[in-house]
């Protein structure tokens, strides 16, 4: 079942970006080209987007997809270590969870400050956001957990896609 770009876009409802972007990643194989140069897919592209797409709605970064991939292309291999990269996985989402909570109670204490409207001049919340000195140390650095990829993976960023 031979599919063009866009067809295989909306099959597997990935944007056709991204369908580009993991095939530079080399996540999904490139696909053969038609005598007009269009690129062909087929029914395994159609499931290693599926997989992909499953593992990005878990939140996996592309390397632990990568890894994934690599178990899931040597179906003998003893899967170990499957189990210890979804324990890893596991592990960071749960340190999330726990700035993410952090995150909200800065936010509930920062909305406390302003009880009623008034004008942006007096605004409690914009003059604390202003404020350099008394700010929490979490405030005053990126928050490497939010950034989904920290040292629990290897310092690679996660794309957007």
Avoid at 14 to 40: C, D, K, Q
Avoid at 46 to 60: K, P
Avoid at 120 to 146: H, V
């Amino acid at each position: 079942m031979a599919m063009k770009i866009g067809e295989l876009a909306l099959a597997t409802a990935t944007s056709v970006e991204a369908i580009r972007f993991y095939e530079r990643e080399g996540l999904i194989p490139e696909p053969r080209r038609t005598a007009a140069n269009y690129r062909s897919y087929e029914d395994e592209h159609v499931q290693r987007l599926a997989f992909i797409r499953r593992c990005r709605s878990l939140d996996m970064a592309l390397d632990e997809i990568r890894a994934l991939l690599s178990f899931k292309d040597a179906p003998s291999a003893d899967c170990g270590d499957v189990n210890a990269l979804l324990d890893a996985h596991i592990q960071h989402v749960a340190e999330r969870v726990v700035e993410l909570r952090a995150l909200e109670q800065e936010l509930v204490e920062l909305r406390a400050r302003c009880k009623s409207a008034a004008a942006g001049a007096d605004c409690a919340i914009l003059k604390e956001l202003g404020q350099m000195d008394g700010a929490p140390a979490s405030t005053t650095a990126p928050r490497s957990g939010l950034a989904h990829v920290g040292a629990a993976h290897g310092g690679r960023q996660r794309s957007a896609k």
